[in-house]
C-alpha cells in the first residue's frame, strides 16, 4: 500500500499539474508512442515535440475562448494529432470528452450536449456526422477544429499550431489540483441514456497501479494496448496511464485485422499485449496463421469474460496465458488476475482474479447489504471506505442513477454485476444483473453456459439469454456463431446441449439453440444480451 499512498498524494494534491504529470516531468528524448500505419510504416512521439506541439494547440483554445473547465471533444482515431490535443486540452486546464469513431451523428450529439462542449475536434473523414441536420443544428454552440486535408468546416488544426507558439502566454499549464475534472465518459449501458462520468486528475494513481500491477508493463516492455481511446480502457491504460508512467504505447493508426495484428505484434516485438476477448477470439478463429516468432511476456484481457477455450490457444501460439481483468468506467480496473511479481499467483479456472492493491471488494446478498460469503452468487459491490484509489462519488447532473450506484449508507458501490467469491478472495463473475436467467428459482449466469459452448470445436462465439416461460418463469436459450466452413444441423444443437448438461449443470442446458452469423455487440466488443432478448421476444409476439 505504501505505493498507493505515494501515488495519491502526487496526483491527489492541490498542486497537481496535468501537463506536468502526462508530459512535461518525462525526459524530452524519450519515447511516448510509437503510432504505426496500416502499412506498418511508424512514427515516434516524444515527449519533447509533445510538449512543444501541446502547448501550441493550448494556446490556440485559449484564441479560441476556452477557459480552464470548459470542456473540449474529440472525435479522432488513433494518431499523434490525438495525442497532441488530448495534451493541449489538459495543459489548458480543459476537461476532455471522448466520441467514439464509430458512433452515429445521435450519440455524439447527446454527448456533445450533454457535456456543453465548447470545441470539438475532429478528423476530416469523421467531419460529415457533425453535419446539420436530425442530429445537429444549423448553427451548433461549439467551435469545430478539423484534422486533415479538408478544414472547410472548421479551424485547421494544423494551421493552429503553425499560427501560436509554445511560450505563448496562454501555453502555460494549468494547475487545476487532484481533483479537478480531466475527461468526461458517458456510460455505455444496455439500458438508459448514458450517463457522465467525471473523472478527476487523481484518478491517475489508479491507472498507474494498475499498469504496474494488473499488466506488470515495465520500462524494457514493448506495449501494446489494441483498445480505441474512445472508450475508458482505451483512454485510462492506452493513454493516460502510459503517459503518467512514462511507458512507450503502440497506436495502431488502423482498423483490426487478424492479419494486421498478427504483423504488429511481430514486427515490432511486442512483449506486453492487453485488448478485449473479442480481439484473442478473432487471432484464434482466423485462417491467419500466426507468423513465426511472436512470444508475449504478458497478455491481458478486459471488457469482458475470457472464456477458457482462449487460454489453451494462447499458451501454445502466444507463449502465455491470458490473464482476465474487471473494471467499469466509473473506476476503471480494480479486480483483476495480476501479472506483477509478488501479486502473481495461480487463479482458479474462470475467475478474473482478487482485488488489486488500493482497492476492497466483496459480493452482497440480493436482497441485503451484506457480504453473502463463499461460493454464493450475488451483486460485486466495492469497499468505499476500503479503497483509498475508489474516484467515482457520482453521475454528472443525475442524483438519481447515482443513487443506484451505492448503497443508502453510502458503505458499497453496486457495480450492477453479479458473481462468487471463494474463501481465498478470488471473484468468478457471473453477468450484468439484467442478464442473470432465473429459471424455476434457480439463478443462471449466461457466462456460465457460454464458456461451456464456446470449447466445442465448431463454436466461434457464443450468447446465453433467458426466454419467459409460463411453467419455469425463464428458460435458457443460446445464440451460437459457428466457425467458417461448419454447418449448422440439429444434430450439432443437440451435442451443444449435451456438452452444457456435463460440463455445467443438468438444468441449464439451453432449450434452443440458434445458429446466428454473428453476435450484436457494443463498438468496444461486448455481446448485447439485451438485443437478443429484445429480438426473441419481438420473435414469439409475431410467431
Given at each position: 500500500m505504501d505505493r498507493v499512498e505515494e501515488l495519491l498524494a502526487r496526483y491527489g494534491?492541490?498542486?497537481?499539474?496535468?501537463?506536468?504529470?502526462?508530459?512535461?516531468?518525462?525526459?524530452?528524448?524519450?519515447?511516448?508512442?510509437?503510432?504505426?500505419?496500416?502499412?506498418?510504416?511508424?512514427?515516434?512521439?516524444?515527449?519533447?515535440?509533445?510538449?512543444?506541439?501541446?502547448?501550441?494547440?493550448?494556446?490556440?483554445?485559449?484564441?479560441?475562448?476556452?477557459?480552464?473547465?470548459?470542456?473540449?471533444?474529440?472525435?479522432?482515431?488513433?494518431?499523434?494529432d490525438l495525442v497532441v490535443a488530448l495534451l493541449g486540452i489538459w495543459r489548458r486546464g480543459a476537461v476532455h470528452i471522448p466520441l467514439f469513431t464509430a458512433f452515429a451523428p445521435s450519440a455524439i450529439a447527446l454527448r456533445l450536449n450533454a457535456g456543453e462542449a465548447k470545441i470539438v475536434v475532429s478528423d476530416a473523414g469523421q467531419l460529415h456526422k457533425l453535419a446539420p441536420g436530425e442530429d445537429f443544428p444549423a448553427e451548433a454552440p461549439w467551435e469545430t477544429i478539423v484534422v486533415g486535408a479538408d478544414a472547410a468546416g472548421g479551424f485547421s488544426f494544423h494551421r493552429l499550431l503553425?499560427?501560436?507558439?509554445?511560450?505563448?502566454?496562454?501555453?502555460?499549464?494549468?494547475?487545476?489540483?487532484?481533483?479537478?475534472?480531466?475527461?468526461q465518459l458517458f456510460t455505455s449501458g444496455t439500458t438508459g441514456t448514458p450517463k457522465g462520468v467525471p473523472v478527476p486528475v487523481k484518478a491517475l494513481a489508479s491507472f498507474q497501479v494498475y499498469l504496474e500491477c494488473g499488466l506488470d508493463v515495465r520500462a524494457d516492455d514493448v506495449f501494446w494496448n489494441a483498445a480505441d481511446p474512445g472508450w475508458a480502457y482505451g483512454l485510462y491504460y492506452g493513454i493516460l496511464a502510459p503517459l503518467v508512467a512514462g511507458r512507450r504505447n503502440l497506436l495502431l493508426s488502423a482498423g483490426f485485422s487478424p492479419e494486421l495484428t498478427?504483423?504488429?505484434?511481430?514486427?515490432?516485438?511486442?512483449?506486453?499485449?492487453?485488448?478485449?476477448?473479442?480481439?484473442?477470439?478473432?487471432?484464434?478463429?482466423?485462417?491467419?496463421?500466426a507468423p513465426e516468432g511472436i512470444r508475449l511476456r504478458r497478455a491481458s484481457s478486459a471488457g469482458e469474460p475470457l472464456t477458457p477455450e482462449v487460454n489453451a490457444w494462447s499458451r501454445e501460439v502466444l507463449g502465455t496465458a491470458v490473464r482476465d481483468h474487471y473494471g467499469q468506467t466509473e473506476h476503471g480496473m480494480v479486480i483483476v488476475d495480476a501479472w506483477a511479481d509478488g501479486l502473481r499467483t495461480e487463479v482458479p479456472a474462470g475467475s478474473m482474479g482478487r482485488a488489486l492493491p488500493g482497492w476492497s471488494a466483496e459480493v452482497l446478498h440480493d436482497d441485503r447489504d451484506e457480504p453473502a460469503g463463499p461460493g454464493v452468487l450475488g451483486r460485486v459491490a466495492l469497499n468505499v471506505a476500503e479503497s483509498p484509489l475508489m474516484?467515482?462519488?457520482?453521475?454528472?447532473?443525475?442524483?438519481?442513477?447515482?443513487?443506484?450506484?451505492?448503497?443508502?449508507?453510502?458503505?458499497?458501490?453496486?457495480?450492477?454485476?453479479?458473481?462468487?467469491?471463494?474463501?481465498?478472495?478470488?471473484?468468478?463473475?457471473?453477468?450484468?444483473?439484467?442478464?442473470?436467467?432465473?429459471?424455476?428459482?434457480?439463478?443462471?449466469?449466461?457466462?456460465?453456459?457460454?464458456?461451456?459452448?464456446?470449447?466445442?470445436?465448431?463454436?466461434?462465439?457464443?450468447?446465453?439469454?433467458?426466454?419467459?416461460?409460463?411453467?419455469?418463469?425463464?428458460?435458457?436459450?443460446?445464440?451460437?456463431?459457428?466457425?467458417?466452413?461448419?454447418?449448422?444441423?440439429?444434430?450439432?444443437?443437440?451435442e451443444l446441449q449435451h456438452l452444457v448438461k456435463t460440463k455445467f449443470a443438468a438444468h441449464a442446458y439451453p432449450r434452443t439453440v440458434?445458429?446466428?452469423?454473428?453476435?450484436?455487440?457494443?463498438?468496444?466488443?461486448?455481446?448485447?444480451?439485451?438485443?437478443?432478448?429484445r429480438r426473441r421476444s419481438s420473435e414469439m409476439r409475431t410467431s
Open positions: 494534491s492541490p498542486q497537481a499539474c496535468a501537463a506536468e504529470l502526462l508530459c512535461d516531468r518525462h525526459p524530452a528524448d524519450h519515447v511516448a508512442f510509437t503510432v504505426v500505419n496500416a502499412d506498418l510504416s511508424a512514427e515516434d512521439l516524444t515527449y519533447g515535440r509533445l510538449r512543444r506541439d501541446s502547448a501550441r494547440f493550448a494556446a490556440a483554445l485559449a484564441g479560441l475562448g476556452v477557459e480552464p473547465g470548459d470542456a473540449v471533444a474529440t472525435l479522432m482515431g488513433k494518431s499523434a503553425e499560427l501560436y507558439s509554445d511560450d505563448d502566454p496562454a501555453a502555460a499549464p494549468a494547475v487545476m489540483g487532484g481533483d479537478a475534472p480531466l475527461v498478427w504483423q504488429v505484434l511481430q514486427r515490432f516485438g511486442v512483449t506486453n499485449f492487453t485488448s478485449a476477448p473479442t480481439v484473442y477470439r478473432s487471432l484464434r478463429a482466423s485462417d491467419v496463421p474516484w467515482f462519488h457520482g453521475y454528472v447532473d443525475a442524483p438519481e442513477k447515482t443513487a443506484e450506484r451505492f448503497t443508502a449508507d453510502g458503505r458499497w458501490y453496486l457495480t450492477g454485476d453479479s458473481g462468487t467469491r471463494d474463501e481465498d478472495g478470488f471473484f468468478r463473475f457471473s453477468s450484468r444483473d439484467d442478464d442473470v436467467i432465473i429459471m424455476a428459482g434457480y439463478r443462471i449466469g449466461p457466462f456460465d453456459v457460454e464458456s461451456v459452448l464456446v470449447q466445442h470445436e465448431s463454436v466461434a462465439e457464443a450468447a446465453a439469454i433467458g426466454v419467459p416461460d409460463q411453467l419455469r418463469g425463464e428458460v435458457l436459450e443460446a445464440y451460437v456463431v459457428l466457425f467458417p466452413g461448419v454447418a449448422e444441423s440439429d444434430e450439432l444443437a443437440e440458434h445458429f446466428v452469423a454473428d453476435l450484436p455487440k457494443t463498438p468496444s466488443g461486448k455481446v448485447q444480451r439485451f438485443v437478443l432478448r
